[in-house]
């Protein structure tokens, strides 16, 4: 039988696709916040959200006879034409987001326009009451509390609060790195998250708020045409992190997931950094609305542009343009081919490229839990800047040099994380960090995993931090490099559920995250008795034939088996 559903019941199931968490919340009220012209929001949490979602902007206020159909499925002041949703300029548009989120909340809406009175309306998990008068400044303010709680098998897979608070921070941030010429304020209960006062341009946004040092550490290239206009800012190529969580991508101010450009812009970077190494670039593209379709993802998180090559020729020419001073002469060609062709040419003498990059730090003593075993018997080799072959009694061995170097560090510092603590080696001069407002964040939760692991950190008073000591065991990685890379991983997401995010967890990710880090890279030469002494090293340690990845430190080839394939033995 088919019936029509209950307006509530279908309020909750369009809830399920706009409102996932409570960073859904804050994205969709700051995005109407901006849509009505504010020029400062203030966001408060509680709980990361799931007590309190509150945002409080300067904008132009909602008028007291609307706010009722504010609340309404599919009402909006942004579309009036059907033309209008293939020219969208707004960041909201469907009519969705204060239903929705009034669907599973108990939510307070409170809105004042110029020249009258203000007003104030409530809904409780989707029952709206009447609007009464209240007092409040031009502009609107939306409280939502107890989010889900008529939902509690959504609440349940909520994660954990770092995690949250997390994902409603990189919210608010991709929205302050949108409208640079607004001011923004986060807060968790009495805390200030971060503030960004208005800048003049995006410049001076991205320097405020990632602290790489001054606008001119970014290189800064634009290009423009009649219907296209692209500003790259990308950071140097010795600042890289493990992951893409610092290319940001813009189009018409919003900001989306887009892999033609990302590739563009790695593409570009590849012969500067290491495997596995990604730039940090913040990349601003106008576009005709009628060339680009917003509509493709239910958050318009991804969009669909009717020129994709186009769009990658122009971001990668930049690119190599802010690497290289290349100029952009031949845009044309990278229109029509997206090329991907080697550029620029292998470089010698680069950071990654060290004489001895293989330290292998051997602290007084064995440390708890390890074994190693004497040095390498036979014949020993490096293959390629990047495998050991080894033989043996029974063959030969092909060692990935960083994947067992990796799993080497990573008992070592087991076995000493088991036995207290890591041995600090202490900085001569400490070192400078200028870390954005979520490797803050990260650094607040961490503070007492990151002093197990042998780090001594002390906050600035200008927002940053300063290393002061690093783990012993690490050898020669710059203390600032590796401190950012395992913030990074801190703030990484757990699995759902209950304890995904408690210490030991984040214990266990900065450990992995340490080891890999401090490892011998692909391409590093080593000398033979570096080689030597890193498979020495191997010894019987349960385990040893896997990375922390799962990926093989060594494939075996016995003799019998080589005699077989090179047709020396039957069968």
């Known amino acids: 039988m088919i019936r029509v559903l209950p307006p509530s019941l279908a309020n909750r199931i369009a809830a399920g696709e706009v409102v996932e968490r409570p960073a859904s919340v804050v994205k969709e009220l700051v995005e109407n916040a901006l849509d009505a012209g ?20 300067d904008g132009g206020g909602i008028p007291a006879g609307e706010l009722g159909l504010a609340l309404a499925p599919h009402a909006t002041s942004k579309l009036l034409t059907d033309e209008d949703l293939f020219r969208v300029r707004t960041l909201g548009f469907r009519g969705e987001a204060l239903a929705s989120i009034a669907a599973v909340s108990r939510l307070r809406l409170t809105s004042r326009t ?51 608070l997390k994902a409603a921070t990189e919210a608010v941030l991709r929205l302050a790195l949108g409208f640079p010429e607004v001011g923004f304020e ?12 208005a800048a003049a341009d995006e410049g001076g946004r991205l ?43 813009f189009l018409n101010r919003r900001h989306v997931r887009d892999r033609n450009v990302q590739h563009a812009v790695n593409e570009a970077y590849r012969r500067f950094l290491e495997p596995r190494r990604f730039p940090a670039a913040f990349c601003y593209i106008e576009l005709d609305p009628a060339q680009v379709d917003v509509n493709v993802h239910p958050a318009k998180l991804e969009v669909r542009f009717q020129e994709p090559r186009r769009v990658h020729g122009v971001v990668m020419a930049l690119a190599r343009r802010a690497l290289g001073g290349v100029p952009l002469t031949d845009l044309a060609r990278d229109h029509e081919s997206g090329s991907t062709e080697d550029w620029p040419p292998q470089r010698e003498g680069t950071e990654a490229a060290r004489e001895h990059a293989l330290d292998l730090y051997r602290p007084a003593g064995p440390s708890p839990g390890a074994r190693a075993s004497g040095p390498a018997e036979g014949g020993v080799m490096q293959v390629h800047r990047s495998y050991i072959v080894h033989e043996t009694p029974e063959g030969l061995e092909v060692v990935d040099q960083h994947a067992l170097h990796e799993r080497v560090l990573l008992e070592e510092i087991r076995g000493r994380l088991a036995a207290g603590s890591l041995p600090s080696q202490r900085l001569l001069v400490g070192e400078r960090l200028e870390a954005s407002a979520l490797e803050l964040e990260a650094y607040g939760r961490a503070a007492e995993v990151l002093r197990r692991l042998g780090f001594q950190v002390r906050p600035a008073d200008d927002g940053g931090l300063e290393v002061q000591a690093v783990p012993a065991i690490l050898g020669r990685v710059p203390p600032a490099e590796l401190l950012r890379e395992v913030l ?59 990375c922390a990845h799962g990926r093989p430190t060594v494939l075996a080839f016995t003799l019998e088996e080589l005699e077989r394939r090179f047709h020396r033995r039957g069968g």
Do not use: W
């Not at 020029?39 to 902007?57: F, I, K, M």
């Not at 986060?186 to 006062?197: C, K």
């Not at 699995?495 to 995250?513: I, N, W």
């Open 38 to 57: 504010a020029t400062r929001v203030r966001v408060d949490l509680e709980d990361a959200g799931r007590a309190l979602v509150r945002v409080v902007d």
């Open 114 to 164: 110029e020249g009258v009175e203000a007003a104030r309306i409530e809904a409780v998990f989707g029952e709206p009451g009447p609007v009464r008068p209240a007092g409040a400044p031009r502009g609107t303010e939306v409280e939502v509390r107890d989010l889900f709680q008529n939902t509690p098998a959504r609440r349940k897979f909520l994660r954990s609060e770092a995690t949250e």
């Open 186 to 197: 986060l807060r968790h209960g009495a805390r200030q998250v971060f503030e960004a006062p």
């Open 207 to 249: 320097a405020a708020l990632f602290r790489l040092g001054e606008r001119g550490s970014f290189a800064f290239v634009e290009h423009e045409e009649p219907d296209l206009r692209v500003r790259l800012y990308a950071a140097p190529s010795s600042y890289t992190r493990a992951s893409t969580d610092q290319q940001y991508v």
């Open 488 to 546: 990074s991983r801190a703030s990484s997401d757990e699995e759902p559920g209950e304890g995904g995010g408690g210490p030991e967890a984040v214990l266990e990710r900065l450990t992995a995250a340490l080891a890999c880090r401090a490892a011998v890279k692909f391409h590093d030469p080593l000398g033979e008795s570096e080689m030597r002494e890193l498979l020495g090293r191997r010894g019987d340690t349960e385990g040893h034939f896997a």
